[in-house]
């Protein structure tokens, strides 16, 4: 009788253990796609986190490194948690366009809500900077505080270092700074290329997307991007504490926070089930189902777990029913419904008594009397229209269970299209749907498809208030429900009308010109100016459709960088390398003017030689000089090259 005691006071319980905490790092799919238009997968290895599909409108480079040469370390704040990165395949994003107007768009679209207990690390993060947004399980958009930001550290203080990220000891090693208000992690503030510096996340909140809006701000930025999880593991037993219940059936379920079966395990033959490495959540339940139509469930069928502070361990406890029990299901077309009342009322009078559908859909009523008739109603939960009442008889003398009592509810309307765009289907993208005090809201799946179930009669007005970055927020149309599901509410996104960006180099004499003042202007009107930065480089971004033409002001004393023109056409192109080389000009010297002779001098009329040509007297000399005639000319040479040596010596150095 103890033991028995002792197996119905613990059957039922979800205890936490002290097992260790597992972690991994996320797989990633094949890189499709290319410049602007790159597409992957993302999957964390825990038993319950969803895949997300990745779509980029990077530029060209987007890689995934193997992580073997850059990494964070295991002293580093991430690393404490999840474990060194070492190894670790990461994505190497881009700007759309390497000038401050074109930042690249990032998004993350999970199968389905993820879980908690999960990071993203953004490294790299220095001349450039990264806005963080995403999408909650509702589809309503995340709050900063949803985001999770944790800390920014630099990943170079580790031992050892990442070989190629912190070998030069010469480089900054600095931290980026988190902005809550605008949800962004922004580089230092001289937007210098320097080394190791990282910030990391944990989501506090269910996600069905996440984005990634990553700027340029000066030379040529990379985005790192490492996700890893936390994985713990559940377990336990499903005890018979009275009579004979055969468990060869039975299956524990594990249900995450949306309510899908992530995974569905049998209990073996000593009672017992596990399921190793869950993502390290809360809002996880373990269900029992299965159990035979002779036996009872004593222990709550469905338990909550909580898998934050370890593992968790969870039994259950079943027991032969008494004679003569009712039994059934409870359905919709989608499948079993859980938490469904049920009542039991004798049909020749005396008290009712209710039942609770479990995650199979299953309730039992036990203990009911022979050569009786019994009235069985359900109540219809939110969504769903009710079923007429059933009758059950129990013959005389029977021993056995009356079975298969089910019902079938029928849901209300189900509206559902798809959104799409010029290029196909737009996933993660936020529909909903208002009307009668309510708003119904869905994100759509990688496919483009939404669903919004359950919606009762009236008029609805369907809207995307929120598009992707690049698209026009669509007009709402009507839509009215009745009776019957209504299909094909489909929307199509436009994009916004494209821009594109002009970006280039000045040098002088080979090298980067900073200052420099850059002219883009339509049809060769005057237009926006801009600067070139330490590097010589420059861009102008969110330029619309047309022929530009782009001057760089000279400077002084300098030629070359000839102006040209360029055209943007409706796709909006990056036009780079735009590059403008100027020269110095090289120096001249003052013309040498000659003096005439004075016609006074007796040396102005030479003796004629002999061939009739002039030669000047033996004895010539120069005035006050008593030097020969041939001093002068020698003396004007070397004056003359005394002068040039004097310019050269005073022209700029050249780069």
Same mark, same amino acid.
Request: hydrophobic share 40%.
């Given at each position: %009788? #103890?033991?028995?005691?002792?197996?119905?006071?613990?059957?039922?319980?979800?205890?936490?253990?002290?097992?260790?905490?597992?972690?991994?790092?996320?797989?990633?799919?094949?890189?499709?796609?290319?410049?602007?238009?790159?597409?992957?997968? %993302?999957?964390?290895?825990?038993?319950?986190?969803?895949?997300?599909? @990745?779509?980029?409108?990077?530029?060209?480079?987007?890689?995934?490194?193997?992580?073997?040469?850059?990494?964070?370390?295991?002293?580093?704040?991430?690393?404490?948690?999840?474990?060194?990165?070492?190894?670790?395949?990461?994505?190497?994003?881009?700007?759309?366009? $390497?000038?401050?107007?074109?930042? /690249?768009?990032?998004?993350?679209?999970?199968?389905?809500?993820?879980?908690?207990?999960?990071?993203?690390?953004?490294?790299?993060?220095?001349? $450039?900077? *990264?806005?963080?947004?995403?999408?909650?399980?509702?589809?309503?958009?995340?709050?900063?505080?949803?985001?999770?930001?944790?800390?920014?550290?630099?990943?170079?203080?580790?031992?050892?270092?990442?070989?190629?990220?912190?070998?030069?000891?010469?480089?900054?090693?600095?931290?980026?700074?988190?902005?809550?208000?605008?949800?962004? #992690?922004?580089?230092?503030?001289?937007?210098?290329?320097?080394?190791?510096?990282?910030?990391?996340?944990?989501?506090?909140?269910?996600?069905?997307?996440?984005?990634?809006?990553?700027?340029?701000?000066?030379?040529?930025?990379?985005?790192?991007?490492?996700?890893?999880?936390?994985?713990?593991?559940?377990?336990?037993?499903?005890?018979?504490?009275?009579?004979?219940? &055969? #468990?060869?059936?039975?299956?524990?379920?594990?249900?995450?926070?949306?309510?899908?079966? +992530?995974?569905?395990?049998?209990?073996?033959?000593?009672?017992? !089930?596990?399921?190793?490495?869950?993502?390290?959540?809360?809002?996880?339940? @373990?269900?029992?189902?299965?159990?035979?139509?002779?036996?009872?469930?004593?222990?709550?069928?469905?338990?909550?777990?909580?898998?934050?502070?370890?593992?968790?361990?969870?039994?259950?406890?079943?027991?032969?029913?008494?004679?003569?029990?009712?039994?059934?299901? *409870?359905?919709?077309?989608?499948?079993?419904?859980?938490? +469904?009342?049920?009542?039991?009322? =004798?049909?020749?009078?005396?008290?009712?008594?209710?039942?609770?559908?479990?995650?199979?859909?299953?309730?039992?009523?036990?203990?009911?009397?022979?050569?009786?008739?019994?009235?069985?109603?359900?109540?219809?939960?939110?969504?769903?229209?009710?079923? =007429?009442?059933?009758?059950?008889?129990?013959?005389?003398?029977?021993?056995?269970?009356?079975?298969?009592?089910?019902?079938?509810?029928?849901?209300?309307?189900?509206?559902?299209? @798809?959104?799409?765009? =010029?290029?196909?289907?737009?996933?993660?993208?936020?529909?909903?749907?208002?009307?009668?005090? /309510?708003? !119904?809201?869905?994100?759509?799946?990688?496919?483009?498809?939404?669903?919004?179930?359950?919606?009762?009669?009236?008029?609805?007005?369907?809207?995307?208030?929120?598009?992707?970055?690049?698209?026009?927020?669509?007009?709402?149309?009507?839509?009215?429900?009745?009776?019957?599901?209504?299909?094909?509410?489909?929307?199509?996104?436009?994009? *916004?009308?494209?821009?594109?960006?002009?970006?280039?180099?000045?040098? #002088?004499?080979?090298?980067?010109?900073?200052?420099?003042?850059?002219?883009?202007?339509?049809?060769?009107?005057?237009?926006?100016? @801009?600067?070139?930065?330490?590097?010589?480089?420059?861009?102008?971004?969110?330029?619309?459709?047309?022929? !530009?033409?782009?001057?760089?002001?000279?400077?002084?004393?300098?030629?070359?960088?000839?102006?040209? &023109?360029?055209?943007?056409? *409706?796709?909006?192109?990056?036009?780079?390398?735009?590059?403008?080389?100027?020269?110095?000009?090289?120096?001249?010297?003052?013309?040498?003017?000659?003096?005439?002779?004075?016609?006074?001098?007796?040396?102005?009329? =030479?003796?004629?030689?002999?061939?009739?040509?002039?030669?000047?007297?033996?004895?010539?000399?120069?005035?006050?000089?008593?030097?020969?005639?041939?001093?002068?000319?020698?003396?004007?040479?070397?004056?003359?090259?005394?002068?040039?040596?004097? +310019? +050269?010596?005073?022209?700029?150095?050249?780069?």
């Amino acid at each position: %009788m #103890l033991a028995a005691a002792m197996a119905v006071l613990l059957a039922g319980s979800a205890v936490a253990a002290t097992a260790a905490t597992t972690t991994g790092f996320a797989q990633w799919g094949p890189l499709t796609g290319s410049t602007n238009d790159y597409a992957t997968t %993302m999957q964390l290895p825990a038993l319950g986190f969803p895949e997300a599909t @990745v779509a980029s409108d990077s530029r060209a480079d987007v890689a995934l490194p193997s992580g073997a040469t850059n990494w964070f370390g295991a002293s580093t704040p991430p690393g404490q948690r999840y474990g060194s990165s070492r190894d670790q395949a990461y994505l190497n994003l881009r700007p759309r366009a $390497d000038n401050a107007s074109s930042p /690249s768009t990032t998004t993350y679209t999970f199968d389905r809500p993820t879980p908690q207990g999960w990071t993203v690390v953004l490294g790299d993060v220095d001349a $450039d900077q *990264v806005r963080v947004s995403a999408t909650r399980a509702d589809g309503t958009a995340a709050t900063t505080a949803d985001l999770g930001f944790r800390s920014a550290f630099n990943l170079c203080d580790t031992t050892p270092r990442p070989s190629s990220v912190c070998s030069d000891t010469g480089r900054p090693k600095d931290v980026p700074t988190w902005d809550p208000a605008t949800a962004t #992690l922004r580089g230092n503030d001289a937007a210098v290329d320097s080394d190791g510096a990282t910030g990391w996340f944990e989501p506090t909140t269910s996600l069905r997307t996440l984005t990634f809006t990553f700027t340029r701000r000066a030379g040529l930025p990379i985005l790192q991007t490492w996700f890893a999880v936390t994985k713990q593991d559940v377990s336990g037993t499903v005890a018979v504490t009275t009579g004979t219940c &055969s #468990l060869a059936s039975a299956t524990v379920s594990l249900v995450d926070a949306s309510g899908a079966v +992530v995974a569905t395990r049998s209990v073996d033959a000593s009672g017992t !089930y596990a399921f190793d490495g869950v993502a390290a959540s809360d809002g996880y339940r @373990v269900a029992l189902s299965g159990v035979p139509a002779t036996c009872l469930v004593t222990s709550p069928s469905s338990r909550a777990i909580d898998l934050r502070a370890g593992d968790a361990v969870t039994d259950f406890s079943v027991r032969q029913a008494v004679p003569v029990p009712i039994t059934g299901e *409870v359905r919709a077309v989608s499948g079993p419904l859980e938490g +469904v009342t049920v009542t039991l009322t =004798p049909v020749a009078g005396g008290p009712s008594r209710t039942a609770t559908t479990d995650v199979a859909g299953r309730y039992v009523f036990e203990d009911n009397a022979d050569a009786a008739d019994y009235t069985i109603a359900v109540t219809a939960p939110s969504g769903y229209l009710s079923a =007429p009442d059933r009758t059950a008889t129990v013959p005389a003398g029977a021993t056995t269970p009356v079975t298969d009592q089910d019902f079938v509810l029928q849901a209300l309307p189900t509206v559902s299209g @798809v959104v799409e765009g =010029p290029d196909g289907p737009v996933a993660g993208v936020t529909v909903e749907l208002t009307g009668g005090g /309510s708003t !119904y809201r869905a994100v759509t799946a990688a496919d483009g498809t939404y669903a919004l179930p359950r919606v009762p009669a009236g008029g609805y007005v369907l809207a995307v208030p929120n598009p992707p970055a690049g698209y026009q927020t669509p007009a709402t149309s009507p839509v009215t429900v009745g009776t019957a599901d209504v299909p094909d509410q489909d929307v199509v996104l436009t994009r *916004v009308a494209a821009t594109g960006s002009v970006a280039g180099t000045v040098t #002088l004499d080979g090298r980067p010109l900073p200052g420099a003042v850059v002219t883009v202007g339509p049809g060769g009107a005057a237009g926006a100016t @801009v600067t070139t930065d330490a590097e010589g480089t420059f861009g102008l971004g969110a330029l619309t459709p047309g022929t !530009y033409r782009v001057t760089v002001a000279a400077p002084a004393g300098t030629s070359g960088g000839a102006a040209r &023109s360029v055209t943007i056409t *409706v796709a909006g192109e990056d036009l780079t390398g735009q590059d403008f080389a100027f020269v110095t000009d090289p120096a001249t010297s003052d013309p040498v003017v000659p003096v005439p002779d004075d016609p006074s001098d007796p040396a102005a009329d =030479p003796t004629p030689d002999d061939d009739g040509g002039s030669a000047p007297d033996d004895g010539a000399v120069l005035p006050d000089s008593g030097g020969p005639s041939l001093a002068l000319p020698l003396l004007g040479l070397a004056l003359t090259t005394a002068g040039a040596v004097a +310019v +050269v010596a005073a022209r700029p150095r050249r780069g």
